[in-house]
């Protein structure tokens, strides 16, 4: 059970004392709890806790499991959607289980006391964060986004290129932006390293400012940046960008805001642009797509491509896919 299950004899002791339990039961046992425990509204309390404990035991040598790894390693490309579909589970069941290292990481600060570290604890006024009830249809937002009206063809050009766009955003009617943790520190620290003497505030440009991230940026993050380090000349970094845009996040807007800072209200208006110019592009890539299936559709059987139009295919593929940060975009989880 430990090479299937690996760190999961706390868990099984818990719930299997007799130890009379096989591989199929335990995982059954498994995603059953993980599918039915993560419904639960999270308060601070001890439902909640004795809640989350539970399913951190499920998640957590789901997470482990021979079954999961076995699944993310497949290499056969019949079995891509499958393999996908595994490592977004795997995913997911981490980011329920980060909780948990965070009290392992405050545990291991308390017994090292000299590491220097800072709760970022600041309760942003003036931001775009709170929950939302988005509209009824997606199209809307689009057009809406886009500044202009969609055309029929454009509806069915977006719906067959995103065909699970309509069940998705029927499926999270709210969402709830936050400031991305990366934006949450520079807002934390740039006040302090702005406002202090001439030399301070000279010496605040020349330095680089790494931060370090357990994932990269994401897009609307590394724009807001890119646009506060040329407001502000500082020269913040974070360990690169994936490229996709996210639902859930928030404009800082007022948030933090600081003295001498001319360009401030910039930086929300830099990265809508940068939104915007994705959605522009993304709605020519679609066209061009649609246009090229309805020319193929009309072709004679002798074709006279040359396999160009392939390869421009696969690199506009790669592009749907994130590869490329300021190129097309992937529809938003
Ligand atoms: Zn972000």
């Given at each position: 059970m430990e090479e299937e299950f690996p760190h999961s004899e706390c868990y099984r002791k818990a719930l299997y004392p007799d130890q009379q339990v096989t591989v199929d039961v335990m995982l059954d046992g498994l995603i059953r709890t993980c599918r039915d425990a993560s419904i639960f509204e999270m308060h601070e309390d001890q439902t909640s806790f004795v809640q989350y404990v539970q399913l951190f035991g499920a998640a957590d040598a789901l997470q482990n499991s021979r079954f999961l790894l076995q699944l993310t390693s497949d290499r056969n490309l019949l079995n891509l959607e499958r393999r996908e579909r595994a490592a977004r589970l795997k995913r997911r069941l981490g980011k329920i289980c980060q909780y948990a290292r965070i009290e392992q990481l405050i545990k291991m600060v308390k017994r090292l006391p000299n590491i220097l570290f800072r709760w970022v604890e600041d309760n942003l006024?003036?931001?775009?964060e709170g929950t939302f009830e988005i509209g009824v249809d997606p199209m809307d937002a689009v057009s809406r986004g886009l500044q202009g009206e969609l055309s029929s063809q454009d509806i069915d050009a977006i719906n067959e290129r995103f065909p699970r766009l309509a069940r998705n955003w029927d499926q999270r009617r709210f969402i709830n932006p936050r400031i991305h943790a990366e934006l949450r520190i520079i807002l934390h620290l740039s006040p302090t390293l702005l406002s202090g003497s001439l030399t301070v505030f000279l010496s605040a440009h020349a330095v680089q400012r790494p931060i370090g991230c357990s994932k990269r940026s994401c897009l609307c993050c590394v724009l807001w940046i890119d646009a506060f380090n040329s407001g502000t000349r500082m020269l913040w970094m974070t360990?690169?960008?994936?490229g996709k845009p996210y639902d859930n996040w928030a404009l800082p807007?007022?948030?933090g805001e600081m003295k001498g800072v001319r360009a401030w209200r910039r930086f929300d208006e830099h990265v809508i642009m940068g939104v915007y110019t994705r959605l522009t592009d993304t709605l020519a890539g679609v066209r061009k797509l649609a246009a090229k299936r309805i020319s193929d559709e009309h072709a004679?059987?002798?074709?006279?491509?040359?396999?160009s139009e392939g390869a421009e295919d696969d690199h506009i593929g790669k592009i749907w896919a994130g590869?490329?940060?300021?190129?097309l975009p992937v529809p938003m989880n």
């Amino acid at each position: 059970m430990e090479e299937e299950f690996p760190h999961s004899e706390c868990y099984r002791k818990a719930l299997y004392p007799d130890q009379q339990v096989t591989v199929d039961v335990m995982l059954d046992g498994l995603i059953r709890t993980c599918r039915d425990a993560s419904i639960f509204e999270m308060h601070e309390d001890q439902t909640s806790f004795v809640q989350y404990v539970q399913l951190f035991g499920a998640a957590d040598a789901l997470q482990n499991s021979r079954f999961l790894l076995q699944l993310t390693s497949d290499r056969n490309l019949l079995n891509l959607e499958r393999r996908e579909r595994a490592a977004r589970l795997k995913r997911r069941l981490g980011k329920i289980c980060q909780y948990a290292r965070i009290e392992q990481l405050i545990k291991m600060v308390k017994r090292l006391p000299n590491i220097l570290f800072r709760w970022v604890e600041d309760n942003l006024i003036g931001t775009g964060e709170g929950t939302f009830e988005i509209g009824v249809d997606p199209m809307d937002a689009v057009s809406r986004g886009l500044q202009g009206e969609l055309s029929s063809q454009d509806i069915d050009a977006i719906n067959e290129r995103f065909p699970r766009l309509a069940r998705n955003w029927d499926q999270r009617r709210f969402i709830n932006p936050r400031i991305h943790a990366e934006l949450r520190i520079i807002l934390h620290l740039s006040p302090t390293l702005l406002s202090g003497s001439l030399t301070v505030f000279l010496s605040a440009h020349a330095v680089q400012r790494p931060i370090g991230c357990s994932k990269r940026s994401c897009l609307c993050c590394v724009l807001w940046i890119d646009a506060f380090n040329s407001g502000t000349r500082m020269l913040w970094m974070t360990s690169g960008s994936h490229g996709k845009p996210y639902d859930n996040w928030a404009l800082p807007g007022a948030a933090g805001e600081m003295k001498g800072v001319r360009a401030w209200r910039r930086f929300d208006e830099h990265v809508i642009m940068g939104v915007y110019t994705r959605l522009t592009d993304t709605l020519a890539g679609v066209r061009k797509l649609a246009a090229k299936r309805i020319s193929d559709e009309h072709a004679s059987s002798g074709s006279d491509s040359d396999g160009s139009e392939g390869a421009e295919d696969d690199h506009i593929g790669k592009i749907w896919a994130g590869d490329h940060v300021a190129g097309l975009p992937v529809p938003m989880n």
